[in-house]
């Protein structure tokens, strides 16, 4: 199985690439279009600023090629950001795969801080990402930005309210925490992608 990991300008590819070299994928790291549209399975990972990124995802044209992918296709913190409409960041359009807009954590309370760092739980798991192992489970999460609940939404998890921790639609699974900086949960989310 070939698993390409989409290289960008953001922060946490060499992350991922350990994590699944830890199961025993050896994956590329790649922006070749063709390398991506080849792989059995492309991982849209992510830690940055919006709109720089969607600057260089357009630049290089990566942004039309990750509307056209068929296979399966895991967004991460920002990656998950991006793969929605609109985020606050920067104002920045995205790219749309999830019909839904990105905000900022607003604190309501002194102990909220933002960003939101650090590990809570998943709730209200569904997709086949998951299973009802991992509800109630703890995650890795570090994002000052977050998606609404909405009808793609695949887990919930409160910070300051409710908000998106995972997506689903079609052929696109999207999780806002880092399942590579998440222990054996995220180890075992990431089985489940593979294993898709």
Same mark, same amino acid.
Request: a negative charge; proline letters at 6%; glycine letters at 6%.
């Given at each position: 199985?070939?698993?390409?990991?989409?290289?960008?300008?953001?922060?946490?590819?060499?992350?991922?690439?350990?994590?699944?070299?830890?199961?025993?994928?050896?994956?590329?790291? &790649? @922006?070749?279009?063709?390398? *991506?549209? +080849?792989?059995?399975?492309?991982?849209? #990972?992510?830690? %940055?600023?919006?709109?720089? =990124?969607?600057?260089?995802?357009?630049?290089?044209?990566?942004?039309?090629?990750?509307?056209?992918?068929?296979?399966?296709?895991?967004?991460?913190?920002?990656?998950?950001?991006?793969?929605?409409?609109?985020?606050?960041?920067?104002?920045?359009?995205?790219?749309?795969?999830?019909? &839904? @807009?990105?905000?900022?954590? *607003?604190? +309501?309370?002194?102990?909220?801080?933002? #960003?939101?760092? %650090?590990?809570?739980?998943? =709730?209200?798991?569904?997709?086949?990402?998951?299973?009802?192992?991992?509800?109630?489970?703890?995650?890795?999460?570090?994002?000052?930005?977050?998606?609404?609940?909405?009808?793609?939404?695949?887990?919930?998890?409160?910070?300051?309210?409710?908000?998106?921790?995972?997506?689903?639609?079609?052929?696109?699974?999207?999780?806002?925490?880092?399942?590579?900086?998440?222990?054996?949960?995220?180890?075992?989310?990431?089985?489940?992608?593979?294993?898709?």
């Amino acid at each position: 199985m070939e698993v390409a990991i989409i290289k960008y300008n953001a922060g946490n590819i060499y992350s991922v690439d350990y994590a699944l070299k830890r199961l025993g994928i050896n994956p590329i790291l &790649t @922006d070749d279009p063709l390398r *991506i549209k +080849q792989a059995d399975k492309v991982i849209f #990972p992510g830690v %940055g600023e919006a709109l720089t =990124t969607m600057r260089y995802l357009r630049e290089r044209h990566l942004d039309q090629l990750l509307l056209d992918l068929k296979q399966p296709v895991l967004g991460i913190c920002l990656g998950m950001q991006l793969m929605c409409q609109h985020s606050e960041e920067g104002e920045t359009a995205c790219l749309g795969i999830f019909p &839904t @807009d990105v905000k900022r954590f *607003i604190p +309501q309370k002194l102990e909220e801080k933002v #960003p939101h760092m %650090g590990w809570n739980t998943l =709730t209200q798991v569904k997709s086949e990402l998951f299973n009802g192992d991992l509800e109630d489970q703890f995650v890795y999460f570090v994002h000052s930005y977050y998606v609404p609940v909405n009808p793609y939404t695949a887990a919930i998890t409160d910070y300051v309210h409710p908000f998106s921790a995972a997506l689903h639609k079609d052929n696109y699974y999207a999780t806002q925490f880092h399942p590579e900086k998440s222990g054996t949960v995220g180890e075992l989310i990431l089985k489940n992608f593979l294993s898709l």
